[in-house]
């Protein structure tokens, strides 16, 4: 599997920005679609993670409210939704891919992973 991330950019404190990741490949081994961010010196962090059918979501408590996850499975797609951003959104953010976990917020989980993308939030 292979994922391209994109979307990335700088945005002011407020505004909003959109991230895509297409996936192409064995695209049935990826059931479960996120999103992590890594901030200089920082280690990489669980941002949102979608299921297959969009009926299991979740988010870090940091984003919740302010980002959405969605997935279009015809495009082999994922979006993050980034509203209200804030300075501290700023890093690199990357999408991930599995079959299967039962913890998705953990970077080990995830066997796929896209180049990455730079968010940067300016205040």
């Known amino acids: 599997v292979q994922l391209q991330a994109s979307g990335g950019g700088l945005v002011q404190a407020g505004g909003s920005l959109r991230l895509s990741c297409a996936a192409s490949g064995r695209t049935f081994t990826t059931n479960n679609m996120a999103w992590f961010r890594q901030a200089p010196g920082k280690e990489r962090e669980f941002v949102a993670v979608?299921?297959?059918?969009?009926?299991?979501?979740y988010y870090a408590d940091s984003v919740k409210g302010r980002f959405t996850i969605s997935r279009d499975n015809a495009k082999n797609t994922v979006y993050l939704q980034m509203n209200s951003a804030k300075p501290e959104d700023t890093a690199v953010y990357y999408c991930?891919?599995?079959?299967?976990?039962?913890?998705?917020?953990?970077?080990?989980?995830?066997?796929?992973w896209g180049q990455g993308t730079q968010v940067t939030v300016s205040s």
């Open positions: 979608i299921s297959w059918s969009g009926g299991s979501i």
């Open positions: 991930a891919a599995n079959r299967y976990t039962s913890r998705p917020q953990l970077v080990a989980e995830y066997d796929y």
